[in-house]
T-cell receptor
Framework: EAQVTQNPRYLITVTGKKLTVTCSQN?????MSWYRQDPGLGLRQIYY???????DKGDVPEGYKVSRKEKRNFPLILESPSPNQTSLYFC???????????FGPGTRLTVL | EDQVTQSPEALRLQEGESSSLNCSYT??????LFWYRQDPGKGPEFLFT???AGEEKEKERLKATLTKKESFLHITAPKPEDSATYLC???????????????FGQGTILTVHP
């Protein structure tokens, strides 16, 4: 089954404790992205990647890091999480820039 | 600055009462406009892609249209299972660091009562 998977689905952590949210797709897609979704602010892009080792900032990259060492994986790293990073995070992938984008199930992160 | 604005923010309909959702945009070099449906706590689910003004796409009770400034999602004879948040997103033109960047609107929350 073609899908985008994220782990963990739920995470509660404390300020400053480094964490990684994994994202994997099995569709051989070139493009992968991370978004955060907050009430009243909608979906905002954090980072995106056009291919292995090619990444670029989205609208809200501060406080986040990404890497794309393999085509199928695109982990999101929070080196020192803060409470304002409490949000619902989505990973997504698509074949080309104009193609349909498929979203993962989401990771709900709470930073205390 | 690129902007995507959806209206209304929320829409309540009776089952069978047709209506339209609006997505207006100011983006230089639009390469595509996407419509998604999102259920609470879940990832957005793709509905349509529109690439050029005048284009229309249909799927069951939904029909999406595109002009040079806005897109409409028409819902004909909606059912309670159509209740969800509907999101539109625009893809900018190629070039520079904007290539591949999608900008989403804030969504329209649709509730269909039986």
């Amino acid at each position: 089954e073609a899908q985008v998977t994220q782990n963990p689905r739920y995470l509660i952590t404390v300020t400053g404790k480094k964490l990684t949210v994994t994202c994997s797709q099995n569709m051989n897609h070139e493009y992968m992205s991370w978004y955060r979704q907050d009430p009243g602010l909608g979906l905002r892009q954090i980072y995106y990647s056009m291919n292995v080792e090619v990444t670029d900032k989205g609208d809200v990259p501060e406080g986040y890091k990404v890497s794309r060492k393999e085509k199928r994986n695109f982990p999101l790293i929070l080196e020192s999480p803060s409470p304002n990073q409490t949000s619902l995070y989505f990973c997504a992938s698509r074949w080309g820039a104009k193609d349909t984008q498929y979203f993962g199930p989401g990771t709900r992160l709470t930073v205390l | 600055e690129d902007q995507v604005t959806q209206s209304p923010e929320a829409l309540r309909l009776q089952e069978g009462e047709s209506s339209s959702l609006n997505c207006s945009y100011t983006v230089s070099g639009l390469r595509g406009l996407f419509w998604y449906r999102q259920d609470p706590g879940k990832g957005p689910e793709f509905l349509f892609t529109l690439y050029s003004a005048g284009e229309e796409k249909e799927k069951e009770r939904l029909k999406a249209t595109l002009t040079k400034k806005e897109s409409f999602l028409h819902i004909t004879a909606p059912k309670p299972e159509d209740s969800a948040t509907y999101l539109c997103a625009v893809l900018k033109g190629a070039g520079g660091t904007s290539y591949g960047k999608l900008t989403f609107g804030q969504g329209t929350i649709l509730t269909v009562h039986p």
